[in-house]
């Protein structure tokens, strides 16, 4: 048997897959095993190399574009590389943020945080202060990644709740008012008439179960007392939780106040890499979902309840093609959740985040730099939300 068939047998399949990925990362270009073969230091000929790729290629790991090309990483490629090989056992080690990287990110947090000190007040609340921290977070992932900057407040863990009312209007409807501790109010209207002594009433229950409470954990406190079997044969009790429920689905189903809490930044980076500059349609498409601000708010929200791919430094992973949005496809998503609501936390105790971060871009993006970039500042904006009394709303 040949030396080099015999090199076949051993060369883990696995570092041509990473040397592939990170020759494309750079590049954007299909990639050749003559490349592979030379740059990368292997031990083998440019033949083997070859025949390693024609397998990958078979398993969907790799596809060839044109078959005079190279090959590019498929999805399922950059999957095993982010899931198996990005990890010290993996032989692809993370690259920590540089200091001078780590600089930026905690001069944008200082800034917000001197403006706000100016203010006099006790913590950063919903003012200007306060987003032009998110804004700047944003900014400064973008920047220092090529790829667009995000960031999402999640208002259902971080709006607590001081009061709430319901005033008449008129003999058609009410006004619901709910005020955090913050002053900040949403209002929505209920058609719905009732006299004033049983509003009255209404009011002073709902208080009594609703002050300091997230809207989240008022849905469930709500919830919890319909299903008390004694609360259904009281009329007015009855009504004033109907009520409640009713007014909490018109607050949280709300989309313009869940956009609110978006913060997209360097969208333009993503269209002028390789992948999508001089494709007008793509870019249309890419722009027209990027505008639709809820489906990256479904992608942000996916990172606070789940782990994601390859959870390293507390930040996740998803694909394009895990969106469900066509326009989405041959995107990477790295996200990481940041701080801790105010909030009386879930049954376990544990308080949820503030929301979530991350950073947008084509596929190919470079993993190794991006997720502990990411995870690192959700862990510096964490701590300084958490300094600071944070709360939104």
Known sequence: MAADERSKRVLPSSKVLGAVIEEYIMTALPVGSRTIALKYSLGVSAATVRAVMAEMEEAGLLSQPHTSAGRVPTEAGFKVYVKCLLNPEGGISPVAPTEAHKDILKGGCTAARLNHAGTGDAGISSGRSAEALLHDTAKNLSLLTSCAGVMFVSRKVNFVIKNIKFVAMDSNGLIAALVS?????????????????????INNYLNSIAGGLTLTELRDRIASEMRDEKNLYDELMSRALSLGALALEKIEGDE????DGLYLEGMARVFEQPEFAGDAEKMRGLFAAFQEKSLLIKILDKGMEDGGLAPLGGAHVYFGSECDVKEFEGLGFVTAAYGQAPSSGDALGVNPPFGTLGVVGPI?????????????????????LGDAGFCWG
């Open 181 to 201: 501790r913050t002053g900040a109010v949403q209002t929505k209207f209920i058609r719905l008439a009732l006299e004033p002594a049983a509003l009255d009433r």
């Open 256 to 259: 313009p106040d869940a956009k």
């Open 364 to 384: 190919r993006m470079d993993y190794s730099k991006i997720i502990p970039l990411v995870g690192y500042t959700a862990g510096l904006l964490g701590g300084v």
